[in-house]
């Protein structure tokens, strides 16, 4: 079972719920990090990093002793990540979306491909829970290919876990697609009911089944409950404004070891999820 957690905006509470529900649920857990361009469930998790794999994607390189300047590459290239000026050819690796249709339309083989670093993936573990994470390379505009290679580490005999990106566009959809549920975190405030309806709007278009925790519920307005009970939303949890859970936070700690209450809460929610996910299923 895939469960991804995911918000319509950043500072919701998103990893706070998918480390603290990972760490409750302990063996047989994954939990994989695919905020990649911030990564920060490892400041929480604090795992034994075990393996760092840097990940690459093919772009062109072209060997101008064998191409004639026939355009074709630059023609079939809809990111004009590759073209022709004068007597050379161009490439741009950052605009290169990795599709191979430069060197397959090349009629002199001119074209081969060469890597690009995206980032790094780290992998590790903590007490049983498996952890993977990736970590964008600087300056890299694109993440969906490098989110797609930590969904790669995902197993089909465990949990997994996915603490997405936050908002609605490219990287989220990398990181919800394929998921068996997906859980929404929000906060009681304009802002937080805004983007929560992009997101569900996302969620919906993929077909997923969905839930919501509201996260310093007892704080602003009541219109994201409102919302949910007419878009027929389930609130599975609501987490209060506590100072012991914002103190536990700014350390680093779980909100279950530092207030082990919680634990049984977080089971109950990963429950609720399976009971959705087996309803929807059958």
């Not at 920060?40 to 004639?68: G, Q, R, Y």
């Not at 694109?142 to 995902?154: F, G, Q, T, W």
């Not at 996915?162 to 998921?179: E, R």
């Not at 009681?188 to 919906?204: Q, R, S, W, Y």
Request: include cysteine.
């Amino acid at each position: 079972m895939i469960i991804s957690i995911a918000s319509g905006k950043g500072g919701t509470g998103k990893t706070t719920v998918a480390t603290n529900m990972a760490v409750s649920l302990g063996g047989d857990v994954q939990l994989l990090d695919c905020d990649v361009e911030e990564p920060n469930a490892h400041l929480f998790i604090h795992p034994v990093i075990n393996e760092v794999k840097t990940i690459t994607t093919p772009v062109p390189d072209v060997d101008m002793e064998k191409c004639n300047l026939c355009g074709k590459c630059g023609e079939i290239c809809q990111f004009k990540a590759i073209v022709v000026i004068g007597e050379t050819v161009l490439p741009f690796p950052e605009m290169c979306h990795s599709c191979g249709g430069c060197m397959e339309v090349c009629p002199e083989k001119a074209i081969t491909e060469t890597g690009r670093e995206l980032g790094v993936i780290e992998r590790g573990s903590r007490n049983g829970l498996e952890f993977v994470h990736g970590k964008l390379r600087v300056g890299e505009a694109m993440s969906p290919p490098l989110i797609r290679k930590v969904r790669e580490y995902a197993r089909p005999d465990v949990l997994t876990i996915i603490d997405a990106p936050p908002g609605t566009s490219c990287p989220v959809i990398a990181s919800m697609k394929g998921a068996d549920f997906v859980l929404l975190v929000t906060e009681p405030t304009p802002f937080g009911l805004n983007d929560l309806k992009l997101a569900v709007g996302a969620v919906n278009i993929l077909g997923i089944p969905c839930g919501l925790v509201i996260n310093r519920s007892d704080m602003g307005d009541d219109q994201v409950k409102i919302y949910a009970e007419k878009e027929n939303l389930p609130i599975l949890m609501e987490i209060p404004f506590d100072r012991k859970i914002a103190e536990a936070y700014s350390r680093g700690e779980m909100i279950v070891e530092v207030m082990p209450e919680w634990k049984e809460k977080f089971l109950k929610l990963y429950q609720q999820i399976e009971e959705m996910s087996f309803h929807k299923n059958h």
